[in-house]
């Protein structure tokens, strides 16, 4: 049985890539990763305009177009044309299947928290009523993070918790909020303990694989730019932590990807 995974979380629009677009999707196709969930940031005009060159190299990718929270302050004086934009992006996006990423990041403050979470709200409230799931991004906000969710109410719309470095009780959290769990490379370092410990606890059904490409690049590949190709390492890591094979965690993600983002 060869590999067949994909990659639930990559920025492939970015100018990064666009230099080299046809070989990183080459790689990706050749190492086994056979979809993507391309993220696209609703405000940034350059990125969107790459879309369909990603859309026409890798016909396996699936759009999620969000205003990410470092971006939120553009939106303070009226945090509801955050999400009149990204709708208005929706439009023109036949592949687009989630609203994100979107959230909360207090690591960096790039924008008033108040601003965060109401950018957050209001895109929540756009996923219920176009019934899209949510790929969150949430930083050194736990709290705030799951007191929106349960206010807004988000459960019903469903998602992902993307690039989860949190702990178990977190992921606890998490899973009974009724999410999925994304890992990215960060679960290939050896000193990651404590994700290894999520890594093994997320029940087969909840659990999602990602890149993060640009960012992020897992071990060996540490410190240089990361692309889909590499979400096969992901894989592995889990693979061994779980104690079963990296066709059974492809396999299983690419369920909970298509049960979650392809219908
Ligand atoms: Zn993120
Ligand atoms: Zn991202």
């Known amino acids: 049985m060869s590999v067949d ?20 999707v ?17 405000d940034d005009d350059k990125e969107h305009e790459r879309v369909a060159a990603v859309e026409a190299a890798w ?21 509801g044309r955050a999400a009149r934009l990204v709708e208005d992006r929706l439009q023109g996006m036949e592949k687009a299947r989630a609203i994100g990423e979107i959230g909360l990041d207090y690591h960096y403050d790039f924008a008033p928290r108040e601003v965060q979470q109401a950018v957050f ?23 705030d993070t799951f007191r929106i969710l349960a206010e807004e109410p988000a459960g019903d ?22 999410f999925h769990i994304s890992l990215a490379g960060i679960v290939t370092f050896p000193r990651a303990a404590e994700l290894h410990e ?16 640009p960012f992020l690049a897992p071990v060996p590949h540490r410190g240089t730019r990361n692309e889909p ?11 061994r932590l779980r104690d079963t094979t ?16 392809n219908p």
């Not at 999620?64 to 303070?76: E, Q, T």
């Not at 190709?229 to 693979?239: D, F, K, Q, Y």
């Not at 990296?246 to 983002?261: C, I, M, P």
């Open 121 to 143: 709200c209001e895109q929540i409230r756009l996923a219920r009523r176009r019934r899209l799931p949510i790929v969150i991004h949430t930083r050194e906000a736990e709290e």
């Open 229 to 239: 190709a590499l979400v096969v390492r992901v894989a592995e890591a889990i693979a």
């Open 5 to 24: 995974v994909v990659d639930s979380h990559c920025h492939l629009a970015g100018e990064e890539f666009e230099g080299d677009l046809p070989e990183v």
């Open 59 to 79: 016909p396996g990718v699936r759009l999620s177009i969000g205003v990410h929270p470092h971006a939120a302050g553009r939106f303070a004086d009226e945090p």
């Open 157 to 178: 719309a469903g998602g992902v918790f993307h690039c989860f470095t949190g702990d178990r009780a977190m992921a606890r959290r998490a899973l009974d909020a009724g």
């Open 246 to 261: 990296v066709e059974a965690v492809g396999q299983a993600t690419r369920q909970n990807f298509d049960r979650l983002f």
């Open 26 to 42: 080459q790689r990706a196709v050749a190492a086994g990763v056979s979809g993507a969930l391309m993220i696209v940031a609703a």
């Open 198 to 213: 999520v890594a093994k606890m997320v029940p087969l059904d909840r659990l999602l694989i990602e890149t993060d490409s």
